[in-house]
Structure formats: structure tokens, C-alpha cells
């Protein structure tokens, strides 16, 4: 599975982007995929996790409320709407995808990585 993220920018504090994740290879339908940032100086983190089929999401603490993850099966894409986004958002976001279901928030649980995306918040 190959991975491609897109979609980052620089956007004023309060305004939104959207970050796609196209997939290719195997089908990506049949993984947990995820959304990870690693901000200046800081270690990667979890942001966001969707099941396969979409039905199940998870969001970082950080992110709940102003981030929606969503996927579109049909098209092996997966995306993340980022409202009122706020300077600390700064990072450049990864996405990622899994075979398993549970320990989605770690990094070490993922088998498939995108190039990175990056997403800079000016205030």
C-alpha cells in the first residue's frame, strides 16, 4: 500500500484545510487508517483514526470538536477537515494505515506511512 497526503497550507489562526490521504496498491478498504502530526522539536502523535468501514472514529483530546476524519472507500481516500485551527496545529501531518484494529493511537501499530504533509497555523 502506498500512501499520498495532501492538502496542507498556511492558514490563518481560526480558518480550516482539508488533508486527504490517497491510497494505491492493495485495497485500502480493508484497514484502520490514521492521521498523525509531529510538530517542531516534538515526537509524532496520534490525531485521528477511522476503521474500515468508517463506522468507528477516534480523535486526540487536542483535536476533538474541531476535527472531523472521514473516508470514501470507493476512491481509497481518507481525509481530515481541520476547523478552528489554532497555531499549536502547526505540524506536519502523517497518514497511515493498519491491519489491526486496536491501538490505533500508537505509532508503532501502523504498516503503512504517507510523505507527510505540512500544515503551518499562523496567529
Known amino acids: 500500500v502506498q500512501l499520498q497526503a495532501s492538502g496542507g497550507g498556511l492558514v490563518q489562526a481560526g480558518g480550516s484545510l482539508r488533508l486527504s490521504c490517497a491510497a494505491s496498491g492493495r485495497t485500502a478498504g480493508s484497514f484502520t487508517m490514521g492521521w498523525f502530526r509531529q510538530g517542531p522539536g516534538k515526537e509524532r502523535e496520534f490525531v485521528a483514526s477511522i476503521s474500515w468501514s468508517g463506522g468507528s472514529t477516534h480523535y486526540a483530546d487536542s483535536v476533538k470538536g474541531r476535527f472531523t476524519i472521514s473516508r470514501d472507500n470507493a476512491k481509497n481516500t481518507m481525509y481530515l477537515q481541520m476547523n478552528s485551527l489554532k497555531p499549536e496545529d502547526t505540524a506536519v501531518y502523517y497518514c497511515?494505515?493498519?491491519?489491526?484494529?486496536?491501538?490505533?493511537?500508537?505509532?508503532?501499530?501502523?504498516?503503512?506511512w504517507g510523505q507527510g504533509t505540512l500544515v503551518t497555523v499562523s496567529s
Open positions: 497511515a494505515a493498519m491491519y489491526g484494529t486496536i491501538w490505533y493511537e500508537r505509532v508503532g501499530q501502523y504498516d503503512y
